[in-house]
């Protein structure tokens, strides 16, 4: 286990004083230090909403409200999902991942625009401590959703601050979707054409146009709400004629794209890694780009499916829940795409490629429970339960999640220049998929049995179910705790990694782990298509394996 | 390396510095335009208010055709749209396209809806009005 | 230092991440653009619960609308036209190398700008005058002459629309609109203004950041930072300041010509 020194590259600096260090790192404009910016920052606000969903699974063990009252109960599953929605998984993937590879993976020397970038964080930081001030001040009540007139009119809690927090970490969405739209479009190397790109940034293309389409959106919404609450007076008042659902159909059309903000990203993430460890390109690349543009356009039609019994119109529902089948279709089509990629595929198990086999599992059960619910009649039935919870669970954190730690574990290389252990990774992944499958699954069969979301006290009958939902989160923590420390572990003992230890194509392999300041010491030339495995690389990368191969 | 510009662009500049100009002469024709659309569509305002009584539909069809008309001008020549890239040309379209998705499908709702309820659903005669002075004593009577 | 080979000119303001100056302009115009995008979303939040309300309650429109003051909005109108006149000729002197045109074009820009938001303070100052139960702004300052009948058209606690004088000019719109409102219902007409005072006030807030990138810009031209090789914050800057017009090209006829 070779311990030397990693060349001189973009995490180095020649700083000799303190305070010029921190100087280089706060403000830097380089897009791969901000990512690890955002990696530190998201990682820590992940713990935060954590710790916020173990308490609601504490208090959910017992029947009875002992551990905390209906109005603390309230505020922690707002603060979780205040923090897992606006601070993790709509930054996560596109601010961590996406800022430190799309240049890399498009051969350029940064982002189009990279102070605007550093002000992305700075905004997302700006907007996490309004939120963390609204949480030590008491927190807030309403539900991540702040439905009108409850967060207008009558609750006792910190909406503005909140809503604050989630304004202004919109605007750091904003521009980063805006950074990334100009520089796929205006600054690819040489070559590459749009279907020479990886899928990856297909993908945080796609993500970015819903960014600036949808968060203006939920922006005046919330400000509406805020100036309701302050002066007392606003549009969303039945008392001076208003209407509560004006707010949630202005809320859930930024929402409900926002839910394909966190879900296209992964899928990026997830085509990247079923190509490398398969040792073969996507199957229907063109049909996997095209089906993120899809998602993004079709996802602004369905909002109304979150509306079906807020006294939305029945032909509404009908439409909406027309259109939401149908915007299941491009997501399918990734994943047989990415299934017929595996078929005589030269299959790895490294850690990344078990969070991306267990990503296709889980998303499929996410996926289709999705369907389920757009079906106005079983959402009437199973709306505001259990079953709601765990579709969502489902596809954000078996979804998201794991795509998320996939994409973290295959890139920790080139970021870090350090290989992490792989037993621990392998072992790790396999916590999560068993601790994540043991909290969320019961959900669904509660859910349908009928157990409300958001309550805290409940009839005994539910009791095993919870219990059993408490007993697999715990475990699921653990095995997000793991990778915590051998990740870091690797960064001071791991072995070193080399410009492309995956074997892998892709213009971010190419370059130097980590890479230098300025990503390429010659600007790269793209004369090959995407995925350029040798067509029979599949079959003489498994007759050629050894103990000790890359993969 | 010098080759490296040279071969076939793919990084997006291939048309870059202007692809056009327009000339000044144009930006007086296009302001005199706009003011004469917007004493139009005052006096349009006037005319419907003091002379001539449209159906609201109408009247407010006609301003916003005014205003559409005015905005195209100003995005297609103040703003340059005219001598744009396609891309710029398609950003700009696209967020009125996508401020048509809000509008439509929500209205559409509202329509459908039976909000307020003195509006009534498309498929349903509006409540009838109750003659009797207490209700149209209404808010007033708080 | 970067290892780079790169053999590009740096020409003026050429950024290290950029190939050549019109890749780095066609990024600035496409950036600003898809900035636009997001601006146009956000207003069209308003201008959505505007539509919902005035689908809702037409006579509440018809009543309260009368009570904003269109002549000087009018007013504003034209003041906003010619600004995006001298907007797009400043771009124009920038382009062809013009400083002394650029520098007065752009000044004249921010003049009307002021100017607009001048207007509008006294707009909302009259408004907020007839609350505090004064005529005129410039009366409730020197403590002049008071207004005849109560009214307050600020939304809030004090709102008090005037439907006595309404119902004296004609009592149909004033009854139609107690009409509309539903029993229980205080005071509808706070919708209209309420809405008012959000869209013209946030458009008032995006005239100052129009305003203040204008000065900076001005600024830059009087520094000579511009050339016809170099002007990519004019036109950007530009850009922004034709869509504030914009979204006051569409809230005057929405508001005041009812």
């Known amino acids: 286990m070779s311990t030397t020194a990693l060349p001189s590259n973009y995490s180095t600096n020649s700083a000799t004083t303190a305070s010029a260090w921190l100087k280089s790192w706060l403000l830097t404009v380089d897009h791969k230090r901000i990512a690890i910016l955002y990696l530190i920052s998201i990682n820590v606000f992940f713990l935060l909403g954590g710790m916020a969903a173990s308490m609601v699974r504490l208090e959910l063990v017992t029947p009875q409200g002992d551990l905390m009252s209906a109005d603390m109960y309230n505020r922690m599953f707002t603060l979780h999902g205040v923090i897992m929605v606006f601070f993790f998984l709509i930054p996560g993937i596109p601010s961590v991942l996406g800022n430190f590879l799309i240049p890399l993976m498009i051969g350029a020397r940064d982002l189009a625009f990279p102070k605007l970038n550093l ?53 750091s969405s904003i521009l980063t979707g805006l950074n990334f739209i100009v520089t796929i479009h205006k600054m690819r190397a040489p070559g590459l054409t749009w279907f020479r790109l990886p899928l990856f940034i297909w993908a945080h293309y796609a993500t970015s146009l819903i960014q600036i389409l949808a968060t203006p959106v939920v922006a005046i919404a919330l400000l509406l709400v805020a100036v309701e609450r302050i002066w007392h007076v606003g549009v969303f008042d039945p008392a001076i004629g208003g209407d509560p659902v004006l707010y949630q159909h202005l809320f859930w059309f930024y929402s409900h794209p926002a839910v394909y903000i966190m879900i296209l990203p992964a899928m990026g993430v997830i085509s990247e890694l079923i190509a490398t460890f398969s040792r073969r390109r996507i199957f229907g690349y063109e049909f996997v780009a095209f089906s993120s543009i899809a998602i993004a356009i079709l996802g602004f039609l369905v909002w109304g499916h979150h509306m079906y019994v807020s006294s939305q119109s029945v032909y509404s ?222 079959i003489r990368d498994a007759e050629a394996w050894q103990p000790g191969s890359p993969l | 390396m010098a080759n490296a510009r040279d071969i076939g662009h793919e990084g997006g500049h291939d048309r870059e510095g202007s692809y056009g100009h327009i000339p000044v002469r144009t930006y007086w024709v296009v302001f005199s335009s706009l003011m004469v659309l917007m004493v139009l569509t005052v006096a349009a305002w006037y005319v419907e208010k003091h002379f001539v009584q449209l159906p609201e539909i109408v009247a407010v069809g006609i301003a916003m055709a005014i205003a559409i008309a005015k905005t195209a001008l100003i995005i297609y020549f103040f703003m340059h749209v005219k001598v744009s890239s396609k891309l710029t040309q398609i950003f700009a379209v696209s967020a009125f396209v996508w401020l048509m998705i809000l509008f439509v499908i929500v209205m559409g709702d509202y329509m459908a809806r039976g909000w307020p309820p003195a509006r009534g659903p498309l498929t349903q005669a509006p409540a009838p009005r109750a003659a009797a002075a207490p209700v149209s004593q209404g808010w007033r009577a708080l | 230092m970067a290892t780079t080979t790169h053999d590009h000119v740096s020409g003026p303001a050429l950024q290290h991440h950029y190939d050549t100056p019109g890749q780095q302009k066609e990024a600035a115009t496409l950036g600003m653009w898809a900035f636009l995008v997001t601006e146009i979303m956000l207003f069209g939040g308003i201008f959505m619960a505007y539509m919902v309300y005035r689908w809702a309650y037409p006579e509440i429109w018809a009543a309260a609308a009368p009570h904003l003051n269109t002549p000087l909005a009018t007013l504003n109108t034209v003041v906003l036209l010619v600004s995006s006149l001298t907007v797009a000729l400043a771009v124009h002197a920038a382009e062809v190398g013009n400083k002394r045109q650029l520098v007065t074009l752009l000044l004249v820009t921010i003049l009307l700008g002021a100017t607009f938001l001048g207007i509008k303070f006294t707009e909302y100052g009259e408004k907020f005058a007839h609350c505090a139960g004064y005529a005129s702004p410039l009366a409730w300052a020197t403590g002049g002459e008071r207004l005849g009948e109560a009214e307050c058209l600020v939304p809030g606690k004090g709102f008090l629309f005037p439907v006595a004088a309404a119902s004296a000019e004609g009592g149909a719109p004033a009854a139609a609109a107690a009409d509309a409102a539903q029993p229980g219902m205080k005071s509808p007409h706070q919708l209209f203004f309420f809405l008012y005072f959000c869209a013209t006030g946030l458009h008032a807030v995006h005239m100052v950041v129009g305003i203040t990138v204008m000065s900076v810009i001005a600024g830059m031209a009087i520094r000579n930072k511009f050339s016809p090789a170099y002007f990519t914050p004019v036109e950007i800057g530009g850009l922004y300041w034709h869509l504030i017009d914009i979204i006051w090209v569409f809230l005057f006829p929405l508001f005041y010509l009812v």
């Not at chain 1, 002000?119 to 959703?145: E, K, N, P, Q």
């Not at chain 1, 916590?431 to 509660?446: A, S």
């Open chain 1, 119 to 171: 002000l992305s964080w700075y905004l997302y930081m700006g907007g996490g401590i309004f939120a963390l001030c609204a949480a030590v001040f008491g927190g807030v009540d309403t539900g991540w959703t702040f439905y009108t007139p409850f967060s207008t009119s009558y609750s006792n809690s910190n909406v503005v601050l909140t809503i604050a927090g989630a304004f202004i970490m919109g605007f």
């Open chain 1, 317 to 538: 529902g009908l439409v909406f829940g027309f259109i939401t089948m149908l915007v299941a279709i491009p997501s399918a089509i990734k994943v047989f795409n990415w299934t017929a990629t595996l078929y005589k595929g030269s299959i790895s198990y490294r850690t990344p490629m078990l969070y991306a086999l267990g990503f296709i599992g889980l998303f499929v059960i996410g996926g289709l429970t999705g369907i389920f619910l757009s079906v106005v009649a079983v959402d009437i039935h199973v709306t505001d339960t259990y079953f709601v919870v765990a579709h969502f669970h489902y596809v954000m954190v078996g979804g998201t999640m794991m795509a998320y730690l996939g994409g973290i574990h295959y890139w920790w290389p080139k970021m870090t220049g350090r290989m992490y252990n792989e037993a621990w990774g392998a072992i790790s992944a396999l916590v999560v998929f068993v601790g994540f499958n043991l909290t969320f699954f019961p959900q669904f069969v509660m859910g349908y049995l009928g157990m409300p979301r958001r309550y805290h006290v409940y009839p005994q009958e539910f009791q095993i179910y919870h219990v059993m939902s408490t007993a697999g989160s715990s475990i699921l923590g653990i095995g997000f705790i793991i990778p915590l420390v051998y990740l870091l572990l690797s960064l001071r003992y791991g072995k070193l990694a080399g410009d492309n230890p995956w074997d892998a194509p892709g213009l971010e392999w190419q370059t130097s782990s980590p890479p230098p300041t300025f990503n390429f010491a010659t600007q790269p030339i793209v004369t090959e298509e995407a995925y350029a495995f040798h067509p029979e690389a599949a």
